[in-house]
C-alpha cells in the first residue's frame, strides 16, 4: 500500500496501475474523513478529458467567435493543440503585450507541491513576460484586507493561532460566531494527515469548557462539544455583537485596563456604542429587533464572557457576505473588551471551523516548492472582481484605499480551478467569459469551465504522477509516487509547459533542463541541504524519503498562545498594524472615506436580509456554504459526493415549519429561485436549519440550461448568489447568502448534462493528423 495526500486527508492505496484497488484511511488518522472515497470513484468516470480538443468556432474562426459555452469541440492530437496554443499565445504577447493576459488560475487544484497547477502556469507566464494576477481570495478576501488594520495579517493568524490543545486545556468558554463546522475543519490546502476537530473540542467539554454556537445550522459544531445553538437571522451577527459589547461597556465589564495599554480608538467606538454618534444605543433590545435573538440572552451572555476564560471565535463564512468586515472585526472588539487575548485559552481567532491548519502548531521548516519566477506586471484585481474585469475593461473601482482600473484581457489561462464554482451570479460570469478572444483551460474534468473554454488540455490527477507534499500548518511531508497510469492522453501541467516553452523559445528558462522527477529531487536536496546548513536538522536523502512513509517536521515546543508576546511586552513586540496596537477604531481605514467601511465597527444593513423589503418576495434566507461530501466542486461526480445527492440534484436542507408552509416533502424535487436566477435541488427536510433559511451547499457542477443560463439542472447555488463586493475596502467576495423562494418542480425533470461527457465532438478536416 502506498500513502498519497489530498486536501481533504491522506489515505493508503493499492493500485494495478490502471485504477485504484484498494483505498483505506491512512493508519495514523484518528478521525478519517469519507471524502477520500471520492478519489478512485471519479478517476475513469466519463467526465475525464482523455485529449486536447479545441471548441469548433474557434478553430474555424480563429479567436474571438462569440459562441463559447455552447459550441462542440474538436479532438486533437497533442502536436497541433501545442502549435494552435503556442501561436496564440505569442499572437497576445506580440499584439498586446502581458498586461493582456489573465493568469489568476484561483483554486486548490490538487495537493503536492511541485505539481501545484498555479505555480506551474505562473511561472510558464512570468516566463512569457508576465500576466495580471489576482490577490486575495473567495474564502477570506475581507479577512486579508481588513485584518492587517486591527490586529494582524491573515497568515499569521491561521499559522500562530492558539493552538487546539491550549483551548481543551484553559478555555471555559467558546463563543463561536458562524460555529466550528467539523466537515470544514477537515480540509487544509496541501493536505490533512491527522484529523482533530472532533477530538479536541470533546476534550475541552469534557474538562468543563462550555460552547455556544451563533449560526443559522445547529450542526455548525459537532455534538461533541454538546453546543448551546443561539440562531440570529443570517447577516444580522454584527448587530448581536454590537449589543454585547454595549452591555459590557455600560456594565463596566469591559477590561478598560487592556483597552487602555493595548488597544486605540475605543472611546471613538464607545461613543457609537452608547448612541452619542446617531441617536441611537446599541443595547440588546435594539440587536433583538434585528437578530430574533431574545434581549435577556445577549445580556446573559455578556455576563458569561466577562466572568470566563472566553474565546471568540469567527467562522470565515461571516465574513463571506456584505458589510462581512464588521462581525469580523466585532469579534477582534469583544475579544479587546474582555481583556483576554494573549491569554491561553482565550482572546480571538478566526478559521478554527474552518480549516485544519488554524490551531496547529506551526512547523519550524518549510517544505519545498517550485519558484514561480518574477512577474513583470504589476496589474491585478481582487480574485471575486474577474467578472467586473473581463465586462468592463478600463473601468475604474475603489481597492483597499486605492483607485485601480482593470485592464483589457483579451487571453485567459486557466490551470487547477473552477471559477463556474468560485463565483457569483453564474449568469453574468458566462457572459463575461465570451469577452475574451481566447480562454485556455487545463483539466482532468468537463468541469464548466473547461466547457466554457476554446483549447482545452487533459490533465493527470494526482494519483497519476509523481510529488511530494505537506498540508499547512501540518507536521508530515509525504512522498507522493503516482499510483497508476495517466488516464488516456493526460499529461502534467509541467509536461504541456515544458513543450509550450521549448516552441515559444523559453525551453530553458521554464524547465532548466529537468524533467519532473529531476526537479522533484532537485528541491528537496536543495530544501535538505539548506536545513542542514542553517538549523542544523539532519532529514534523509532523497531516495530514501522517497523509499519512505514520510518525515514528521519540528513544530514548536512551547504551547502556542496568539499575542502572549504582544501581550507580554507591547513596546518590545508590538502588532504589525499602523499603530503597533489592536485598532478598535482605524484612522487609516477612515481616511479612505468609504461609505460601506468607515472608521470602526458599525451595523450595516445587507441588500438581502430576512428584515429587508425583499424578504416579502423571496422569504428565505439561502445559505451557501461549503459541502460535506466533497471540497468546493472537487470530484463531484465521485461515489461519496454523488451518495448525498438527490434525484442527482444537490439536497437542499429547510426546516420543516417552512417546508409545510410550502407545501413541501422530504426528497421533493424543488425549484429555488430568485431574480438573478433559479435551480433545482432536492429537499431535505430538518429541524437543524433555523426557520427562514434554506442551506444549499456550493460545489455542484454548473449544468445550465442551453435556452437560459440562468437556471441550473443540477443545483449550482451560485445562480443566485450576488456578484457584488464586501465593500470597496475589500471588495471581497460575498456568495455565503442570497433570498430566495422556494416551490415544487413540476412536470419532468430535464436532463443532467454536465456530469456526462460533452457527447458533441465535432470532427475537423485539419485536426486529424496522428502526435
Not at 344 to 372: D, M, R
Not at 469 to 495: C, I, K, V, W
Not at 718 to 742: F, M, Y
Request: charged share 20%.
Amino acid at each position: 500500500m502506498a500513502v498519497h495526500l489530498t486536501h481533504w486527508g491522506t489515505f493508503e492505496a493499492a493500485s494495478d496501475g490502471e485504477r485504484l484497488t484498494d483505498v483505506r484511511p491512512w493508519r495514523g488518522d484518528p478521525e478519517p474523513m469519507p471524502l477520500i472515497g471520492n478519489v478512485a470513484s471519479a478517476q475513469h468516470h466519463p467526465t475525464r478529458i482523455t485529449r486536447p480538443h479545441v471548441r469548433k468556432g474557434w478553430l474555424d474562426h480563429g479567436p474571438g467567435a462569440p459562441a463559447r459555452g455552447d459550441e462542440p469541440f474538436v479532438p486533437v492530437p497533442w502536436d497541433v493543440a501545442l502549435d494552435l496554443l503556442a501561436g496564440e499565445l505569442h499572437r497576445v504577447y506580440r499584439d498586446h503585450g502581458a498586461q493582456a493576459v489573465y493568469g489568476g488560475s484561483y483554486g486548490w487544484a490538487s495537493a503536492g507541491r511541485f505539481h501545484h497547477a498555479q505555480s506551474q502556469v505562473h511561472r510558464f507566464l512570468n516566463c512569457l513576460g508576465g500576466y495580471v494576477r489576482h490577490v486575495n481570495s473567495y474564502s477570506l478576501g475581507t479577512s486579508t484586507v481588513l485584518l492587517p488594520y486591527v490586529i494582524a495579517d491573515i497568515n499569521m493568524l491561521q499559522t500562530h493561532a492558539t493552538a487546539k490543545s491550549v483551548i481543551a486545556d484553559h478555555c471555559e468558554l467558546v463563543v463561536a460566531f458562524g460555529g466550528l463546522s467539523p466537515k470544514n475543519a477537515a480540509v487544509s490546502p496541501g493536505g490533512v494527515s491527522r484529523h482533530n476537530a472532533h477530538g479536541w473540542m470533546s476534550a475541552a467539554q469534557t474538562r468543563g469548557c462550555r460552547f455556544v454556537s451563533v449560526s443559522p445550522l445547529r450542526d455548525d459544531t459537532p455534538d461533541g462539544a454538546q453546543a448551546e445553538w443561539i440562531a440570529p437571522r443570517p447577516g444580522t451577527d454584527a448587530a448581536m455583537m454590537l449589543s454585547l459589547a454595549q452591555v459590557l461597556d455600560a456594565d463596566g465589564l469591559a477590561d478598560t485596563g487592556f483597552l487602555d495599554r493595548y488597544t486605540v480608538g475605543f472611546p471613538r467606538f464607545a461613543s457609537y456604542l452608547r448612541g452619542e454618534a446617531d441617536g441611537v444605543v446599541k443595547d440588546p433590545a435594539w440587536a433583538e429587533a434585528i437578530t430574533g435573538v431574545p434581549a435577556a440572552r445577549i445580556r446573559e451572555l455578556a455576563h458569561e464572557m466577562a466572568a470566563a476564560r472566553t474565546l471568540v471565535t469567527v467562522s470565515w463564512s461571516l465574513q463571506r457576505a456584505r458589510h462581512g468586515e464588521q462581525p469580523l472585526w466585532l469579534g477582534v472588539v469583544l475579544a479587546a473588551m474582555l481583556g483576554q487575548i494573549g491569554l491561553p485559552g482565550g482572546g480571538f481567532g478566526h478559521g478554527y471551523g474552518s480549516v485544519a491548519a488554524v490551531g496547529e502548531p506551526a512547523p519550524q521548516v518549510p517544505v519545498p516548492h517550485l519558484p514561480q519566477g518574477r512577474n513583470a506586471v504589476s496589474a491585478y484585481i481582487p480574485v471575486a472582481r474577474i467578472a467586473d474585469m473581463l465586462l468592463n475593461p478600463g473601468a475604474g473601482y475603489d481597492y483597499n484605499g486605492q483607485r485601480l482600473t482593470y485592464p483589457d484581457i483579451r487571453l485567459v489561462y486557466w490551470c487547477g480551478g473552477n471559477p463556474f464554482h468560485h463565483h457569483q451570479d453564474l449568469a453574468r460570469l458566462r457572459d463575461a467569459f465570451t469577452r475574451p478572444e481566447t480562454v485556455v483551460v487545463h483539466d482532468p474534468f468537463w468541469t464548466a469551465t473547461a466547457r466554457h473554454a476554446d483549447i482545452v488540455l487533459p490533465t493527470t490527477m494526482s494519483i497519476e504522477r509523481d510529488d511530494f507534499g505537506s498540508g499547512q500548518n501540518d507536521r508530515m511531508f509525504f512522498p507522493m509516487p503516482a499510483l497508476t497510469r495517466p488516464h488516456g492522453e493526460a499529461r502534467d501541467d509541467y509536461a504541456s509547459f515544458a513543450e509550450l516553452a521549448d516552441r515559444l523559445g523559453v525551453g530553458k528558462d521554464f524547465a532548466e533542463g529537468r524533467t519532473a522527477m529531476d526537479w522533484l529531487r532537485h528541491l528537496y536536496e536543495d530544501w535538505r541541504d539548506t536545513l542542514a546548513e542553517r538549523r542544523g536538522w539532519q532529514v534523509p536523502g532523497f531516495d530514501e524519503f522517497w523509499a519512505g512513509e514520510g518525515l514528521e517536521l519540528p513544530v514548536a515546543s512551547e504551547p502556542q498562545v496568539a499575542f502572549a508576546d504582544f501581550r507580554a511586552d507591547p513596546d518590545r513586540h508590538p502588532l504589525t498594524t499602523p499603530t503597533g496596537k489592536i485598532e478598535i477604531f482605524s484612522a487609516t481605514i477612515d481616511s479612505y472615506q468609504y461609505p460601506d467601511c468607515p472608521g470602526h465597527p458599525v451595523w450595516r444593513e445587507p441588500d438581502e436580509w430576512l428584515g429587508s423589503p425583499a424578504a416579502r418576495r423571496f422569504g428565505l434566507q439561502l445559505v451557501a456554504n461549503q459541502p460535506k461530501a466533497r471540497l468546493h466542486s472537487q470530484l463531484d461526480v465521485g461515489e461519496y459526493s454523488q451518495s448525498i445527492k438527490i434525484a442527482g440534484r444537490e439536497p437542499v436542507r429547510m426546516n420543516p415549519a417552512d417546508a409545510s408552509a410550502r407545501g413541501l416533502s422530504d426528497g421533493d424535487l424543488v425549484r429555488i429561485f430568485n431574480d438573478r436566477g433559479a435551480c433545482l435541488a432536492g429537499l431535505a427536510v430538518d429541524e437543524v436549519v433555523r426557520p427562514g433559511v434554506a442551506q444549499l451547499s456550493t460545489g455542484a457542477w454548473y449544468d445550465p440550461d442551453p435556452a437560459d443560463p440562468s437556471f441550473c439542472r443540477h443545483g449550482n447555488p451560485n445562480v443566485l448568489t450576488a456578484d457584488r463586493p464586501s465593500s470597496s475596502l475589500s471588495q471581497g467576495c460575498t456568495g455565503q447568502l442570497a433570498l430566495v423562494e422556494i416551490e415544487a418542480y413540476r412536470g419532468s425533470p430535464p436532463e443532467l448534462s454536465v456530469t456526462l461527457h460533452p457527447g458533441r465532438d465535432a470532427v475537423h478536416p485539419d485536426a486529424s493528423s496522428s502526435c
